[in-house]
């Protein structure tokens, strides 16, 4: 410590006489002391060293030429800078001014509030200066909008004129991120000619630029714009080489690959190695939103083979599908990865929409994959932790929107259709016909991602079902039963719709909000199904006192007054809730039992007229022949006094 001590003292000392050598480099080496008159000769020499820099830098020459010693300010220092990167500006960019006067213009031409003939004015000039240098200038970000911008609002001889000029590049501008707007912009507001002109210039280069990330947002805009037979033309490239090199080829009526195979009996195996050759890019670099390449996936699909389409379905598992299901195609290639995948496969598939499955089920061809994965994966604790629970949180929302309800339904009411289009119900029914043979492969993986799962349950009529042994042994009895080694579907359905919680929540929700969904076109539907049980009355046992309050609160509505001064049609006036109530008498005795001595008893004959007769008939229709006889003691004089008129087809038998 003491040497380390010593040590800084000497440096210190050092340090100390540093500047009284520089400045008696000079003076005499006597030990005289100096004289008193030296110190300021000593700080005169010390001021030019301070302000040297800055002395440079405010360097001006005057108008004689002489230089001045005077400092910038920094508004005069921030101008000569602006001065400098203009003039480099200049020297790098051949048009800069010619961009910097269009930009002006722009400003003009872009304003809403401006006048129309104004406006072509000034687009007619921005043309003018533009004309024989719009290839030039069409890269650049700033002459780019402005080309849009004329485009937009410029009569269709000037927009021909751009097009012409633009026409031998569309290929290099395709790829530019600036030029690209301007692209599409002219796709938008070309005519029939020249979206032709367009797409046969493609002809030879869709598979290229759908490997490029800005290129394939060319190809999936004019995809979109085209015909069935462009649609065709781009397409029939992605297929095979030959149908790449004779166009006569590509133009048929043929829309399914297999169909096109066929008829001009190609090879498969070419067909399928082109094929691969041009998705496996698209698929490594997640090039994965655009609905041409679903297409193209569907097709492979449909003519691969077990190694193939395995590969495939391996490769979309997980977060590249979740940007795939918002399109027709893309939904199905989602529920075929559902249905073929393994039980790692399928994990992965849901574990990728965590965080968006509410968003998922709001698209209309999300909600079918959402709807396949609650009726397909086995896995019910994964489910419900990631997909349930989040549909949980959005319930109210998702009853009343038309797309949000039907993953709710699925579990309501399985593939009924009238919740389901038929080609809808087609979609969920898809499934590749070369990994069908896999089912029994499935056994294995399917039943070990099971974990602490009970080997034997209870469906709900009491029956015993036994699940496929992790050994893969299962009896013919089983096999029969659970369609191929898959867990029952009644248990599956139980356990995501009454185990998870998700029923409960449900009713809760009807019960607090049960006039808004009978008002509602969308929301009838799923308080009809919760009010009669579910297919199969599968809340009845569980959750039948929260069904009675359920009818309780609509019966409730019912029995409020007439004559009660308000905006809004009574219940049993309303269109869509008096046909959800006249449904609910017909199919279940319960509510049917409820409404009449809580809502309708003695008050007939107030509601004989208009859509609540409606419902005062359904008792009379009533399949239940204590609901019928419950009623028929008041309604039969209203119907001998002509006062309520059944309909002719429906009309009860004499006594």
């Known amino acids: ?34 004289p008193v008159s030296s110190k300021p000769e000593n700080k005169q020499e010390k001021k030019p060293f301070k302000p040297f820099k800055k002395q440079n830098l405010g360097k001006l020459k005057s108008q004689s030429g002489e230089e001045k010693n005077t400092p910038l300010s920094k508004r005069e220092r921030r101008l000569h800078a602006k001065e400098l ?58 002459s780019s909008r402005v080309l849009q911008t004329c485009v937009k609002y410029c009569t269709q001889a000037e927009r021909d004129i ?12 395709a790829t530019n991120k600036y030029a690209i707007h301007l692209v599409m912009k002219m796709l938008d507001n070309a005519s029939k000619k020249q979206l032709a002109e367009f797409i046969s210039s493609l002809r030879g280069h869709a598979a290229s630029l759908l490997r490029h990330t800005v290129g394939s947002v060319v190809i999936e805009h004019a995809y979109q714009l085209g015909n069935a037979t462009q649609k065709q033309e781009l397409l029939m490239e992605l297929y095979s080489t030959e149908l790449q090199l004779f166009k006569d080829l590509s133009s048929m009526k043929e829309s399914r690959l297999s169909d096109v195979i066929s008829k001009l009996n190609l090879q498969k195996g070419s067909v399928l190695r082109h094929m691969a050759s041009v998705i496996q890019p698209i698929l490594e670099k997640g090039i994965v939103d655009h609905s041409i390449i679903h297409r ?170 036994t699940m496929a042994k992790p050994d893969g042994s299962t009896s013919p009895e089983t096999l029969q039963l659970i369609e191929g080694g898959k867990k029952d579907p009644s248990i599956r359905r139980q356990e995501l719709l009454v185990g998870s919680g998700l029923a409960e929540s449900l009713i809760d929700i009807c019960i607090e909000n049960a006039e808004e969904l009978l008002r509602s076109n969308f929301g009838k539907e799923v308080i009809y199904e919760v009010a009669t049980g579910g297919s199969g009355g599968i809340l009845q046992e569980t959750l039948g006192d929260k069904m009675n309050t359920l009818h309780e609160a609509i019966a409730s509505l019912a029995a409020e007054s007439k004559f009660e001064e308000s905006d809004k049609d009574h219940v049993l006036e309303n269109f869509h809730s008096s046909r959800t109530i006249r449904k609910l008498v017909m199919e279940s005795s319960m509510f049917a039992t409820t409404l009449w001595k809580k809502a309708l008893k003695g008050k007939c004959e107030q509601w004989t007229q208009g859509h609540s007769s409606k419902v ?31 309909p002719e087809k429906k009309q009860p038998a004499n006594k």
Not at 162 to 173: C, G, Q, R, Y
Not at 357 to 368: C, E, P
């Open 616 to 646: 005062i008939c359904a008792f009379l229709e009533s399949s239940d022949a204590k609901i019928s006889k419950l009623a028929k003691e008041e309604l039969q004089p209203l119907i001998d006094r002509g006062i309520l008129k059944l």
């Open 85 to 142: 990167t203009e003039a480099r500006k200049k020297r790098r960019k051949q048009h800069y001014t010619l961009e910097q006067e269009l930009a002006r213009l722009w400003e003009k031409m872009r304003q809403r509030n401006i006048v129309k003939e104004e406006r072509s004015k000034i687009i007619a000039e921005a043309i003018l200066k533009m004309k024989g240098k719009i290839p030039e200038i069409a890269s650049s970000h700033v």
């Open 162 to 173: 751009v097009f012409d000029e633009l026409k031998p590049h569309f290929l290099t501008f």
């Open 296 to 465: 193209v996936l569907i097709e492979y699909l449909s003519i691969a083979g077990k190694t193939s389409a395995a590969e495939i379905i391996q490769q979309l598992s997980g977060p590249l599908l979740v940007r795939m299901i918002h399109t027709r195609d893309g939904s199905r290639i989602g529920i075929l990865c559902v249905k073929h995948g393994s039980a790692k496969e399928r994990k992965k598939i849901v574990k990728g929409l965590k965080g968006t499955v509410g968003k998922t089920a709001h698209f209309q061809y999300g909600s079918l994959v959402l709807a396949c994965i609650v009726s397909t994966i086995d896995d019910t604790k994964l489910v419900t932790k990631a997909v349930i629970r989040e549909l949980q949180s959005i319930l109210k929302e998702l009853v009343l929107d038309k797309n949000g309800r039907r993953p709710l339904l699925q579990l309501l009411n399985p593939n009924c259709t009238r919740y389901f289009s038929p080609d809808e119900m087609a979609s969920l029914s898809l499934s590749i016909s070369s990994l069908n043979a896999m089912g029994e492969l499935e056994v294995n993986s399917e039943t070990k991602s099971l974990k602490d799962e009970e080997s034997s349950d209870k469906d709900n009529n009491g029956r015993e079902v």
């Open 1 to 34: 410590m003491a040497a380390k001590k010593q040590e800084s003292n000497n440096k210190s000392k050092k340090r100390k006489q540093n500047p009284d050598a520089k400045t008696n480099t000079y003076s005499s080496f006597s030990k005289r002391p100096k």
